[in-house]
């Protein structure tokens, strides 16, 4: 497995807000027979945050002693390399296309208990991915390895990844742009998961710039 730092941009005093502390309370909740392990963090457009929410998730629980793991699924947009300073030749598309280790494209990190797999080369055919045998055996390994496994998602209003993805999942945070993010984007957003019935477990208010 190979080693990176966090981007220099994340700042680590913001897992520490009240908004964050509740968010990483709600979700231990769930998780409190330790088989609740997948939280997919969703969004209904691209500029709500959720990345960034997703990532100092995944620093906060893995700061609080938990082995965490953080999974890029946004095949459109990934932005989870980026954001800690990693490259993305090799990562979660080309270990379910069969053509690497999972060993080979899991990334640990300098913040104790963080892993982190990003999206990889994505393929014309990703699509099929996420509905295939190996991304469920894949899904099963990891709960064997990690306390919990954080899974940032496309929007929910383009295409339906999210929508797949939220069958592997034991909880999902909404998460809405404070001044950004339209009331009936959100509603509809909502409305798609709960359709396919994922388990709404909190909206997350960005109040970040």
Do not use: W
């Not at 409190?32 to 959720?50: N, Q, T, W, Y």
């Not at 270990?95 to 080369?121: F, R």
């Not at 190996?134 to 990844?161: Q, S």
């Amino acid at each position: 497995m190979g080693e990176t730092k966090y981007g220099e941009y994340l700042n680590l005093d913001s897992i520490n807000s009240k908004a964050f502390n509740e968010l990483k309370a709600n979700i231990q909740l769930i998780n409190a027979d330790s088989k609740k392990k997948v939280i997919m963090i969703a969004s209904s457009g691209s500029s709500d945050g959720r990345s960034t929410t997703t990532a100092y998730l995944s620093l906060s629980l893995a700061k609080s002693g938990k082995k965490t793991i953080l999974v890029d699924c946004d095949l459109k947009k990934p932005n989870i390399h980026n954001m800690f300073d990693l490259t993305n030749d090799k990562g979660l598309v080309n270990y379910l296309s069969g053509d690497v280790s999972l060993e080979k494209v899991v990334k640990t990190t300098k913040i104790k208990n963080l892993s982190i797999l990003t999206s990889g080369t994505v393929t014309l055919n990703y699509a099929e991915l996420f509905v295939s045998a190996r991304f469920n055996e894949f899904i099963t390994l990891l709960k064997e390895d990690y306390d919990y496994i954080i899974i940032d998602t496309p929007p929910i209003t383009i295409g339906a990844d999210a929508e797949v993805l939220s069958r592997y999942t034991d909880g999902c945070v909404l998460v809405v742009k404070s001044g950004k993010t339209e009331r009936k984007s959100a509603h509809k957003a909502k409305e798609i998961l709960q359709k396919v019935h994922a388990n709404i477990i909190g909206v997350f208010l960005n109040e970040t710039d």
